[in-house]
């Protein structure tokens, strides 16, 4: 089946704003990912964002981060972010997922994905990432030692 391919005033500015380059590799990526199997995971490519009702999911173009939301027909592409703001616009425009068991207008500090002390949530094993990369100088020097 192929998905129309809609995207954001937002993620059209952002897009005309990247090196002509990486431009044309973000364009190849959105239509090979994107235009037929929007919802096909992959190890590090596409993930579901858990947590987040908005957006559901983000594609990973070299140093550049796609979040786009799937609906029967269409992709709808939120932003395209550099990898380093990623995680701050999953903070500012992300909707998080409505803690399970609560009611609604109720809300759950505890248990949910979402947790404005830690910030949005991380897909797959990106936190994890970011902790190996703060052991490895010292596991570094331990090793020079």
Do not use: C
Not at 114 to 139: C, D, I, S, Y
């Amino acid at each position: 089946m192929r998905f129309e391919v809609v995207l954001a005033p937002a993620a059209i500015k952002e897009l005309r704003g990247l090196r002509a380059d990486l431009r044309a590799r973000v364009r190849d990526a959105i239509e090979r990912h994107l235009r037929h199997e929007p919802r096909r995971l992959s190890k590090s490519r596409i993930k579901r964002l858990r947590g987040l009702d908005r957006p559901q999911y983000r594609l990973r173009v070299d140093e550049v981060r796609v979040f786009y939301d799937v609906t029967e027909a269409t992709v709808e592409i939120l932003a395209i972010v550099p990898k380093a703001q990623a995680a701050g616009w999953l903070t500012e425009a992300a909707t998080p997922t409505p803690a399970r068991g609560a009611r609604e207008g109720e809300g759950s500090d505890t248990g949910g994905a979402w947790n404005a002390a830690r910030g949005p949530p991380f897909v797959g094993g990106e936190r994890a990432n970011k902790r190996m990369q703060l052991t490895k100088p010292a596991q570094a020097m331990e090793l020079r030692s």
